[in-house]
């Protein structure tokens, strides 16, 4: 199998991310401030001494004072990310969309950086970001070798993706439907290898590894990976499936035993800078609990009705008897007072519950049956526990 040299295990971004892999510090140092293109020049405002790629030392932590969170600049996630923190209360204040820098008023001292995905992970590993929102396939992709210098929380809001080993559906492949049937056909000998192309050259060899492709050649390409076989470029492709719209209509076919990996946007934080810089750790505190509060509340709507009854007891007894209105911890029965004939009285008793979007209605026809009336549903923002468990995991990671 041809394979790309596996990134160096040691946690050097220099060696990791090697953007210009042949500038030695040599000719670095002869780099002109200004470069002269045919119709514009683009001023490098960098000083002679700052010229170095991607930072040098690894995971370094700087001597800036601001906490910086890197968001998705472009692409299918950044618009999700933004309304996310938006419904958290955590809105992202941007002067104007061609910006990169903005800020989340309520958090102080945190800088927002817009970056690209695969950026937002180098720049995580480098020191230049401290947290990040970005794709787990991204994370594992890019981040390969230094999950201990990374932590990570899942937020389970957005699609799950999968990344699948994709063939096509006609010619030799027409009753391949498996890795293990690709694995085994005949066809692929050194001389003539499976050809993949992917985007991902660091999962994709590491799982046709696994699964036991000895033959397997590797391509690579920005996008638009699925025109690849019909192009006759690749006879499979390793590419990120969502709805399978673009994989249905390219005539390709998703195989068992295929998954890479199952993605899903995830919070990232840099180890050392939450060990070392000052403040990031209940900044990253209160962002986990409000996404937590906020993920686990988008599901549920807040139920308050009024039913008749001659005590508590009696009225959450009914409430209980059916099997939709148990509500997290169980109603809250409050008495309504009203004035009759110049005394205080109580006829009705106002229960609260939260239920589950999808049970809504099931909900109120079973509120009815037990004499409930004027049922007012209203959304949730966040619906905090005692506990937030992802922040219990974290510390248990931190040894705090
Ligand atoms: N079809 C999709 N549906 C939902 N999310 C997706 C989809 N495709 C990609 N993503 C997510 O969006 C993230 C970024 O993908 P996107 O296509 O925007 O950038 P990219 O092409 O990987 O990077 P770049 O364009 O910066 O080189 C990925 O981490 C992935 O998790
Ligand atoms: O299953 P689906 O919902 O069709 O989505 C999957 C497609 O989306 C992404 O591509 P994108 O549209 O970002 O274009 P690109 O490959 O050119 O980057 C991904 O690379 C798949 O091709
Ligand atoms: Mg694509």
């Not at 929102?133 to 991204?138: A, E, K, R, T």
């Amino acid at each position: 199998m041809s394979l790309r040299a596996p990134p160096s295990s040691t946690s050097s971004s220099c060696s990791l991310f090697p953007l210009c892999p042949g500038l030695h510090s040599a000719s670095r140092a002869r780099l002109p401030l200004s470069v002269a293109f045919p119709t514009r020049i683009v001023r490098c405002s960098l000083l002679q001494d700052q010229v170095s790629v991607n930072g040098g030392a690894g995971s370094r932590v700087s001597d800036r004072n601001e906490l910086r969170l890197g968001l998705p600049s472009k692409g299918r996630m950044a618009d999700d990310t933004l309304d996310l923190l938006k419904d958290c209360q955590l809105s992202v204040r941007k002067v104007n969309p061609r910006q990169y820098v903005a800020d989340i008023p309520q958090l102080s001292n945190l800088e927002v950086w817009f970056q690209r995905p695969k950026d937002i992970v180098r720049k995580l590993l480098s020191g230049d970001l401290d947290l990040g929102i970005v794709g787990l396939d991204i994370v594992s992709e890019y981040g390969q070798v230094t999950f201990d210098i990374l932590i990570r929380f899942d937020i389970l809001k957005c699609t799950v993706l999968l990344t699948v080993t994709q063939i096509p559906k006609y010619g030799i492949f027409e009753n391949i439907n498996s890795m293990d049937e690709l694995a085994r056909m005949p066809q692929w000998t050194a001389e003539k290898p499976l050809r993949v192309a992917t985007g991902f050259t660091y999962l994709g060899p590491k799982f046709m590894r696994e699964k036991g492709l000895k033959h397997v050649v590797f391509s690579t390409a920005d996008g638009a990976l699925e025109a690849a076989p019909a192009m006759g470029i690749a006879d499979a492709i390793l590419d990120l499936v969502s709805s399978g719209t673009t994989l249905r209509e390219n005539n390709l076919k998703e195989i068992e035993g295929g998954v890479v990996l199952e993605s899903q946007t995830v919070l990232v934080a840099s180890k050392k800078s939450l060990v070392h810089r000052k403040g990031l750790l209940d900044t990253t505190h209160e962002i986990i609990e409000r996404l937590e509060a906020h993920l686990r509340a988008v599901g549920q709507f807040t139920v308050v009705a009024n039913m008749r009854g001659n005590s508590p007891d009696e009225v959450a007894e009914r409430v209980l008897s059916q099997p939709s209105l148990a509500g997290l911890q169980g109603p809250t029965v409050s008495p309504v007072f009203c004035k009759r004939d110049g005394e205080v009285v109580v006829d009705y008793y106002a229960i609260v519950i939260c239920v589950p979007k999808k049970e809504l209605y099931k909900s109120v026809q079973q509120l009815r049956a037990i004499g409930g009336s004027g049922v007012l549903v209203s959304p949730l923002t966040y619906i905090f526990d005692e506990e937030t468990p992802r922040w219990q995991e974290l510390l248990g990671k931190l040894g705090l």
